[in-house]
């Protein structure tokens, strides 16, 4: 067993470190007949490599298939939908669908490109840089270049040597601890979700509000002339003017509160979920992948010694004996692989678990965001209010010497 000092298991990335490695930009770029067409482009910038190219969903299709042949025992984040899928809501507008996977591949791009062992990796420079039409062939070229991880990485064979001895034990606590996280968080994002659509409900009242007090104010049937002599709606309709443009700039600042909502929280919480997913995800591939071949490969081991067994108690023919003999070599050959693979696996996740607690770190980052939007929201929407106060009291007519409203507490 290595030292901590000399162990390649310590990852050792801070939040921060993770966030300066990279920030990539993706940016719609509509065909020119509209946004509605059947291919949609994105410009991807990397901020670190300094190069923007252009990616179709097909693009990140493929990188992302190869990415998980390349990095079978790695988190990959899973990429979104290609097309609305069953079950969404009928009010999600394919604009609004294609501005949600806008920003799922902005986020899965920025975590690839952040992530310790990715960032470096020939097929993702490829993604980020290459700028000719066969992209996709250029980066299954990559991948049968370098294969996968456990076939390049210096230490594969010996990841065993590096592995704490209760690791599997580790594995279980950090992974019932990451599944409980990632279950409250996604009741987080719901509640602000749902925060960030009362926002925009709330520009939208307002603005009506505002259009309804316009349509007061403007001409309409005169006064009948069994109405009061002393009847003030024409004072009335001229103050009522000034106030709608009061209720349009509240109505502005409530859908400016309610975008700070998704882009500054949402966003984040969406990121964080995408990490804790791919965790999850990963979890299941090292069970249902190598750990389950694994097992499968020593009970055929295990009925081929049986066999043999029979066959030595039991005289056979010779050239069965020596067949039995090489398919039980061969599959002993087979088994060490995995174990070594399996040992690479647990290696990998031990890795990955620590970087997941780096990114744990983000939950400050995110209650920060949404105090730090209300505030803001408060604050602008507050202004506008006492603004609109002094305009009110004259509508009232505390200015003209007219009695103040019964309604108004003493």
């Given at each position: 067993?290595?030292?901590?000092?000399?162990?390649?298991?310590?990852?050792a990335?801070?939040?921060?470190?993770?966030l300066?490695?990279d920030?990539?930009?993706?940016?719609?770029?509509?065909?020119k007949?509209g946004?509605?067409?059947?291919?949609v482009?994105y410009?991807?910038t990397?901020?670190?490599?300094?190069?923007?190219?252009y990616?179709?969903?097909s693009d990140?299709?493929?990188f992302?298939?190869?990415?998980v042949?390349?990095?079978a025992?790695?988190?990959?984040?899973?990429l979104?939908?290609?097309?609305?899928?069953?079950?969404v809501?009928?009010?999600?507008?394919?604009?609004?669908?294609?501005?949600?996977r806008?920003r799922?591949l902005?986020?899965f791009?920025n975590?690839?490109?952040?992530?310790?062992?990715?960032?470096?990796?020939?097929?993702?420079?490829?993604?980020l840089t290459?700028?000719?039409?066969d992209?996709?062939?250029?980066?299954?070229e990559?991948?049968?270049?370098?294969g996968?991880?456990f076939?390049?990485?210096?230490i594969?064979?010996?990841?065993k040597d590096?592995l704490?001895?209760d690791?599997q034990?580790q594995?279980?606590?950090?992974r019932?601890?990451?599944?409980?996280v990632?279950?409250?968080?996604?009741k987080?994002?719901d509640?602000?979700e749902r925060m960030?659509?009362?926002s925009?409900?709330?520009?939208?009242?307002?603005?009506?509000f505002?259009?309804?007090?316009?349509m007061?104010?403007s001409?309409?049937?005169?006064?009948?002339?069994l109405a009061?002599?002393?009847?003030?709606?024409g004072?009335?309709?001229?103050?009522?003017?000034g106030?709608?443009?009061?209720?349009s700039l509240l109505?502005?600042?409530a859908?400016?509160?309610?975008?700070?909502?998704?882009?500054e929280?949402v966003e984040?919480?969406?990121?964080?979920?995408d990490?804790?997913?791919?965790?999850?995800d990963?979890?299941?591939?090292?069970?249902?992948?190598?750990?389950?071949?694994?097992q499968?490969?020593?009970?055929?081991?295990?009925?081929m010694?049986?066999q043999?067994?029979?066959?030595?108690?039991q005289?056979?023919?010779?050239v069965?004996?020596?067949?039995?003999?090489?398919?039980?070599?061969q599959?002993e050959?087979?088994?060490q692989t995995?174990?070594?693979r399996n040992y690479?696996?647990?290696?990998?996740l031990h890795?990955?678990?620590?970087l997941?607690f780096?990114y744990?770190?983000?939950?400050?980052?995110?209650l920060?965001?949404?105090?730090n939007?209300?505030i803001?929201?408060h604050r602008?929407m507050?202004?506008?209010?006492?603004?609109?106060?002094?305009?009110?009291s004259?509508l009232?007519g505390?200015?003209?010497?007219?009695?103040?409203?019964?309604f108004?507490?003493?």
């Open positions: 067993m290595q030292s901590a000092q000399e162990s390649p298991l310590l990852v990335q801070s939040l921060a470190q993770l300066e490695r920030t990539v930009q993706v940016e719609l770029i509509p065909e007949k946004l509605f067409l059947k291919h482009e410009q991807v990397s901020q670190r490599l300094k190069i923007s190219v990616r179709r969903y990140f299709d493929v992302h298939e190869v990415m042949q390349r990095f025992y790695r988190m990959v984040p899973a979104p939908p290609k097309r609305i899928l069953k079950g809501l009928k009010s999600t507008s394919e604009r609004d669908f294609i501005e949600g806008r799922a902005c986020r791009i975590l690839v490109a952040r992530h310790p062992f990715f960032s470096e990796d020939e097929l993702v420079k490829t993604f290459f700028n000719g039409s992209v996709q062939n250029k980066m299954r990559a991948y049968k270049k370098a996968d991880e076939m390049t990485n210096r594969a064979t010996q990841a590096y704490p001895a690791v034990a594995f279980a606590s950090s019932e601890l990451i599944r409980s990632l279950c409250s968080f996604h987080l994002r509640r602000v960030a659509e009362r925009k409900a709330n520009a939208t009242d307002l603005l009506m505002g259009k309804e007090l316009s007061m104010s001409d309409g049937p005169p006064v009948a002339p009061s002599a002393q009847s003030l709606w004072t009335l309709q001229k103050s009522l003017k106030l709608s443009g009061e209720f109505a502005d600042k859908a400016q509160q309610g975008k700070r909502e998704e882009d929280v984040k919480l969406n990121l964080f979920l990490v804790l997913q791919s965790y999850k990963l979890c299941e591939r090292h069970e249902k992948g190598v750990l389950h071949d694994h499968r490969a020593l009970q055929k081991y295990s009925v010694k049986r043999m067994m029979t066959a030595t108690v005289p056979k023919e010779q069965s004996v020596e067949q039995l003999e090489s398919r039980i070599v599959q050959n087979a088994i995995m174990e070594l690479f696996s647990l290696f990998c890795q990955e678990t620590q997941v780096s744990l770190q983000i939950a400050t980052h995110i920060g965001a949404l105090v939007s209300q803001q929201g602008e507050g202004e506008v209010w006492n603004n609109l106060q002094p305009k009110m004259c009232l505390g200015s003209n010497g007219v009695s103040p409203s019964p108004t507490p003493k």
